[in-house]
């Protein structure tokens, strides 16, 4: 009986001492699976802080891409606009120095038209000086050449004649040579008298000088205009100028134009 009981002892304390050691590398093993569940959920919690921080990194990348893309559209927007008011400008500023060369041109058109109107009455001036005489009273004013003559030496003392006498015909004669030679200009004969109450006596004498240079002279009706004015002296003006109302009706055409 002793000796069964002895190696069921022995082997029980055996058992006893591998349960026993078993226990404790269980118990060992339980504590390291603790420990690094422990870790891991700390991991997990860290990953999951992390992750909630990329996703709101991720939004807030999402929203200034969206600001920029919003920007970009606006961005774009404003350059087609500014393109298109650069583009209207351009237009526009073309338009306008069109509109001064055509000016210019204009400009240059009335200063050559009137620079040659000034050359010609010089000519016509020159002309009257050599053909009447340095002694005739001839005054140059505004393109206008004026031969001023007094109207006894036309019509003689009697202040109620309108009758050009001989000698003032010779005379006219010589004005018409000038006005003749000079086809492109024009005559204005002005009359001056002081008796105002005979208003229509100055008309007459106008008149009659334009009628002399007309039909003696064959200076034409087209060229010639007449009046007669009160004035403070009697006196005639005959003046040879350039055809204004052609020279306005030109410009007037070519602005048009």
């Known amino acids: 009986m002793k000796k069964t009981s002895l190696p069921l002892i022995f082997l029980l304390l055996v058992t006893s001492l591998l349960w026993s050691q078993n226990k404790k590398e269980l118990i060992s093993d339980i504590e390291n699976l603790k420990s690094e569940l ?5 991991i ?13 990194i991720a939004e807030s990348y999402a929203e200034q891409v969206a600001e920029l893309q919003q920007t970009n559209v606006s961005l774009l927007k404003n350059l087609n606009n500014f393109t298109q ?21 204009q400009l240059k ?14 000519i016509v001036l020159t002309d009257f000086k050599r053909t009447l005489g340095e002694d005739t009273n001839i005054t140059y004013e505004n393109t206008t050449v004026s031969v001023v003559l007094e109207n006894t030496f036309l019509f003689g003392q009697d202040t109620t004649s309108y009758e050009v006498n001989g000698n003032a015909i010779d005379f006219l004669g010589k004005v018409a040579n000038v006005i003749n030679a000079n086809p492109n ?13 005979n208003r229509n006596m100055g008309t007459s004498m106008a008149a009659s000088i334009a009628t002399i240079l007309e039909i003696n002279f ?26 204004f109302d052609a020279f306005y009706h030109m410009i007037r055409k070519d602005i048009k134009k």
């Open 185 to 197: 200009m024009a005559v204005t004969v002005d009359n001056y008298y002081i008796a105002k109450e």
């Open 109 to 122: 058109l009335i200063n050559e038209t009137l620079t040659f109107n000034d050359s010609i009455s010089y």
């Open 218 to 243: 064959a200076v034409a009706a087209d060229r010639i205009n007449s009046s007669g004015n009160i004035g403070s002296t009697n006196n005639s003006y005959i003046r040879v100028h350039p055809k």
């Open 44 to 56: 997990l919690i860290e990953s999951k802080k992390n992750e909630s921080v990329s996703k709101n």
């Open 38 to 42: 422990a870790t891991t959920e700390a």
């Open 85 to 105: 008011a650069s583009t209207q400008k351009l237009d526009n500023l073309g338009n306008v120095l069109e509109s001064l060369k055509e000016k210019e041109r």
